[in-house]
C-alpha cells in the first residue's frame, strides 16, 4: 500500500519497519555491525555512509512522515541543520533567515559562517516582504522556523516557498515544534525539512538525533557532506528512535489537547502577564497557523506579572520539571535566556522579544488539571514571597 494513502499512525507504527524473517518478531531487529560485506553484495554498507539496514528503515519512516522522496538520520539536530544549510552553500554565498530563531541555529550562523566567507541576513519581521527585501544576487537558501523557539511565532510557509521559487532559491524549514503530526512543509512546497529528532520524534527524553527530509536529488547533495562531516548515528539510538515514533502520532495529538487546555488556563489566570500559543484566537497569527498546522503543538510561553519572580516560580513546581530540552511526555518548563537562547546577547534577545521572564512549557500527556494545581501551589509561593 503507498505510504501516501496510509494514515499518520499506520505510518508511525509500520512504515520502514525492518521485518525479522528468522524469528518472525513483531518489531524491527537491531543490526548492530559496523563493518559489513563488500564483495558480491548490492550496497557497500557502513554506518558513516548512513546505509545500515537501521538506518535505512528509519529514513524511509521519517520520508513518509514529512511527505518527502528521502530522508537521513544524524547525531543531533544541530548536525542536521548545519549539514543540510552547508551543503547548499560555499564561500561567496549569502543566506536569508527569519529573525525568530533556536539559538543554536543563530550562534551556528552568527560564530561560524564567516569563516567559511558566507554572509547571512536576518529578516526583520517575519512578512513574505521582510525576505524578499534582504534577498541579494549571491543569496542560495532561505531558511525560516515555524512555530519558532520560544514564542511560538508563525512564518507563512507557502508565501517563503513561492518567494524562494520565484528567485531559484533553496527553502528550509526547522519544523521541530510542529513535528510531522502538526505540519507538513513539503505540502507547501517548501525544500528542505529539519528536525531535531531529540525533540517530538523521540518524545521520551532518553534521546539525541536529528533528521533531514527532501527530495531525492536534494538529500543526494546533503548526503555528499554528510559522509564526509561523520554526523551518523549508532544503531542502537536509530532502533531507539524509530520505536519511539510508533507513539509520535498518538502522543503528539495528546500533548496538543493539553497544551490548549493548558494556555487558555494560563490566558485566564491574573498571575500571568501574556501566553504565547498559537492556538489562542488571540494570538496575532491564529489564522495562519489555523490554515497551515493540523494542530497547534505541545509548546508554549508564557510570562508572570510583574514582581512575580519566574526563577523562583521554576523553582517551586513539583510536579513540572525544570529541564533544559522539550517534547517528552513529562512536563517541562525553562527560561530560555538561560538555556536556548543564553549565548544571544541582552540586546540580541531584546530584538527577539526574549524577555529575562519568559519561561517556556513543553506540555506533556499528564492530567491538565494536575498541572494547573501545580502551577497555582508555586504561585502561591511566589506570591507570599512577593508579599515579604
Known amino acids: 500500500m503507498d505510504s501516501k494513502k496510509k494514515g499518520l499512525n499506520t505510518i508511525c507504527t509500520h512504515e520502514g519497519q525492518l521485518e525479522d524473517k528468522q524469528h518472525r518478531g513483531a518489531v524491527s531487529p537491531l543490526y548492530m555491525g559496523t563493518s559489513y560485506a563488500f564483495e558480491d553484495v548490492d550496497v557497500k554498507r557502513y554506518p558513516r555512509y548512513f546505509n545500515t539496514p537501521n538506518q535505512v528503515g528509519l529514513a524511509k519512516k521519517i520520508a513518509a512522515l514529512e511527505h518527502a522522496e528521502a530522508a537521513l538520520i544524524f547525531g543531533s539536530g544541530m548536525a542536521a541543520i548545519s549539514t543540510a544549510l552547508m551543503a547548499f552553500l560555499k564561500a561567496g554565498d549569502h543566506i536569508v533567515l527569519q529573525n525568530m530563531l533556536y539559538g543554536g541555529t543563530y550562534n551556528l550562523v552568527t560564530?561560524?559562517?564567516?569563516?567559511?566567507?558566507?554572509?547571512?541576513?536576518f529578516t526583520d519581521g517575519l512578512a513574505a516582504s521582510d525576505f524578499e527585501s534582504k534577498i541579494q544576487e549571491n543569496t542560495k537558501v532561505i531558511y525560516i522556523e515555524t512555530p519558532s523557539n520560544p514564542l511560538l511565532t508563525i512564518t507563512d510557509i507557502g508565501a517563503i516557498s513561492q518567494i524562494a521559487k520565484k528567485h531559484g532559491l533553496v527553502s528550509m524549514i526547522d519544523n521541530t515544534f510542529a513535528s510531522p503530526v502538526n505540519q507538513n512543509p513539503i505540502d507547501f512546497s517548501i525544500d528542505v525539512v529539519i528536525h531535531?529528532?531529540?525533540?517530538?520524534?523521540?518524545?521520551?527524553?532518553?534521546?539525541?538525533?536529528?533528521?533531514?527530509?527532501?527530495?531525492?536529488?536534494?538529500?543526494?547533495r546533503i548526503f555528499g557532506l554528510a559522509k564526509n562531516l561523520g554526523g551518523s548515528l549508532s544503531d542502537y539510538t536509530v532502533w531507539l528512535l524509530e520505536r519511539s515514533i510508533k507513539t509520535m502520532g498518538?502522543?503528539?495529538?495528546?500533548?496538543?489537547?493539553?497544551?490548549?487546555?493548558?494556555?487558555e488556563y494560563l490566558e485566564s489566570n491574573g498571575d500571568i502577564e501574556a501566553v504565547y500559543y498559537p492556538g489562542l484566537k488571540n494570538h496575532p497569527d491564529y489564522e495562519l497557523a489555523k490554515s497551515q498546522m493540523k494542530g497547534f503543538g505541545g509548546m508554549l510561553s508564557f510570562e508572570l506579572k510583574e514582581g512575580l519572580d519566574a526563577s523562583q516560580f521554576q523553582k517551586n513546581l513539583k510536579l513540572i520539571k525544570s529541564s533544559m530540552s522539550l517534547a517528552g511526555i513529562e512536563s517541562t518548563v525553562l527560561s530560555p535566556t538561560q538555556t536556548s537562547h543564553a549565548l544571544l546577547s541582552a540586546e540580541e534577545r531584546k530584538k527577539q522579544g526574549i524577555k529575562d521572564g519568559l519561561i517556556r512549557f513543553s506540555v506533556g500527556i499528564e492530567e491538565p488539571e494536575d498541572l494547573i494545581a501545580d502551577i497555582e501551589q508555586a504561585l502561591k509561593v511566589v506570591g507570599n514571597l512577593q508579599l515579604q
Request: charged share 20%; hydrophobic share 35%.
Open 196 to 220: 531535531s529528532a531529540t525533540k517530538y520524534m523521540g518524545g521520551h527524553s532518553d534521546i539525541c538525533a536529528g533528521a533531514v527530509a527532501s527530495t531525492q536529488e536534494h538529500m543526494e
Open 111 to 121: 560564530e561560524e559562517f564567516e569563516k567559511f566567507g558566507i554572509s547571512y541576513s
Open 250 to 263: 498518538i502522543r503528539v495529538r495528546a500533548q496538543n489537547v493539553n497544551a490548549q487546555h493548558m494556555a
